[in-house]
DNA sequence: GCGGTCAAGCCGTGTC
DNA sequence: GACACGGCTTGACCGC
């Protein structure tokens, strides 16, 4: 179990969770004007496994999922391009702005908050790679609508696992090859040893002789092929230890 | 689709 | 126990 899924548990609930997220756990606020599109698992799905700490923690982040970065980067710049009220001169009413500002800000820092997909969610997909590690757009869609998630947010998860999937093969190859550098440095270090300790043997005993005095009929005979070779250089070489 | 990167969130550890 | 900090995981984005 890797490190990550842990926040799947039940440790560190409502842990790090921005004020207004909180407060909507405590509070729940009215619907939405906008539709919302919601990550938390139905039990058509998955029955009615689902705990209650896992909807709590996957609800969070519902309302989260249905915010890209460009719709945040869209509501800084439309807040921003307004006109303030202190250039219109109206003090209280720019007060009154800048704290309407204040809670917009939070607002769209909740919607930055990380969604974190839910253990269900996750096994699914994992389930998913296993059989392909790409998927065609009809699949991506359908395991968009068994999940409850954008189309887009599966093709990038299913290019992160790619992506890291690779990095651990990557990091296995490299340890089994760095493994395998050992072994044969290993085994170099000990035929060096192996060659200088026949050396050794070789100069401490008296060579022999060179050449041998062989009867004059096996001078003709060639060891290997056992045929009659009387060329000079057989005879040489059989002459020669 | 891939590689690189950012950033949110979680966890373990050390310090007070 | 609370807090700070570093490391890690992972969802998301960007440029190619």
Not at 166 to 188: A, G, W
Request: net charge positive; hydrophobic share 30%; aromatic share 4%.
């Amino acid at each position: 179990m890797e490190r990550g899924d842990s926040c799947d548990t039940d440790l560190s609930l409502g842990l790090g969770l921005p004020t207004i997220i909180r407060q909507q756990q405590l509070n729940p606020p009215p619907p939405p004007l906008e539709p919302s599109l919601t990550l938390s698992l139905s039990e058509e799905i998955y029955g009615s496994t689902t705990t209650p700490k896992e909807a709590r923690l996957s609800s969070p982040h519902s309302t989260i999922s249905s915010f890209s970065t460009s719709n945040i980067k869209k509501e800084k710049l439309d807040v921003g391009g307004e006109e303030t009220e202190v250039e219109r001169g109206s003090a209280s009413r720019a007060r009154e702005r800048e704290r309407e500002r204040e809670e917009e800000d939070e607002a769209s820092a909740a919607a930055r908050k990380k969604l974190r997909l839910t253990k269900e969610q996750s096994a699914l997909l994992e389930d998913r790679f296993k059989e392909h590690s790409t998927l065609n757009p009809k699949q991506k869609q359908t395991l968009a609508k068994q999940l409850n998630l954008r189309a887009r947010q599966i093709e990038v998860w299913f290019q992160n696992r790619r992506a890291r999937t690779k990095l651990k093969q990557t990091e296995v190859d490299c340890e089994f090859l760095r493994r395998c550098c050992e072994t044969l440095t290993e085994e170099n270090r000990r035929l060096l040893k192996e060659l200088q300790e026949l050396k050794a043997i070789k100069f401490s005993t008296p060579p022999p002789p060179l050449f041998m005095q062989l009867p004059a009929a096996t001078l003709m005979v060639c060891p290997s092929c056992e045929r009659g070779t009387p060329s000079s250089s057989f005879l040489g070489r059989s002459l020669l230890l």
